[in-house]
């Protein structure tokens, strides 16, 4: 059974990273979703509530879970019995940190291997970054972010 684990900050979840999770679900037997989170960063959304918007965007993909971590993805990956940690790549910029990570995470546990997916053109420019700052800007977000985290950033936006 190939286990892996795709961690990120999903802060918020995008099409971007659901495009990733959608390859990696028909690559692997089963698919973490991992959302990394560290007790005295406050982050745009809680944990809970990123987990909650990736939970209402992957109905209908059932070998996919939803999960929070703190601390190492690798310990984490090890406790979870899993041989792979998806990221995705956009463009040359994320290369050079996405290299580093991976071979960090190689010399920490050299079983599990770093495997790295890119989206379609379409997706390949969404960021959690940019998708908070157009929607601070009161900018419209509905093309980015499935439709589940639309109403729910909106709504947040609001309130
Ligand atoms: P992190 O804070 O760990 O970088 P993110 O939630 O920003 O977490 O991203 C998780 C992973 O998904 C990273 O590997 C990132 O490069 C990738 N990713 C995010 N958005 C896209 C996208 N639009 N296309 C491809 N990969 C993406």
Redesign the pocket.
């Known amino acids: 059974m190939k286990i892996a684990i795709?961690?990120?900050?999903?802060?918020p979840?995008?099409?971007?990273?659901i495009?990733?999770l959608k390859n990696a679900a028909g690559i692997f037997d089963k698919v973490i979703i991992a959302v990394?989170h560290n007790g005295e960063k406050k982050g745009f959304l809680t944990p809970e509530e990123r987990v909650m918007l990736i939970e209402k965007s992957i109905v209908g993909l059932d070998n996919v879970e939803v999960d929070t971590f703190e601390g190492l993805t690798i310990e984490y990956a090890k406790k979870h019995n899993a041989q792979i940690l998806?990221?995705?790549?956009?463009a040359v910029s994320?290369f050079e940190?996405?290299m580093q990570?991976s071979q960090t995470n190689s010399a920490l546990c050299d079983e599990i291997k770093t495997v790295?997916?890119?989206?379609k053109p379409k997706?390949?420019?969404?960021?959690?970054?940019n998708i908070k700052e157009i929607l601070q800007n009161g900018g419209d977000i509905s093309k980015f972010v499935p439709d589940a985290v639309c109403k729910y950033l909106k709504n947040k936006e609001l309130s």
Not at 86 to 90: A, D, K, N, Q, V
Not at 116 to 119: D, E, R
Not at 123 to 129: D, E, G, L, T
Request: hydrophobic residues 30%; without cysteine; negative net charge.
């Open positions: 795709y961690p990120g900050s999903f802060d979840v995008t099409n971007g990273h495009d990733i990394a998806i990221r995705g790549l956009r994320d940190y996405e990570l790295f997916l890119t989206t997706y390949n420019f969404i960021s959690s970054s």
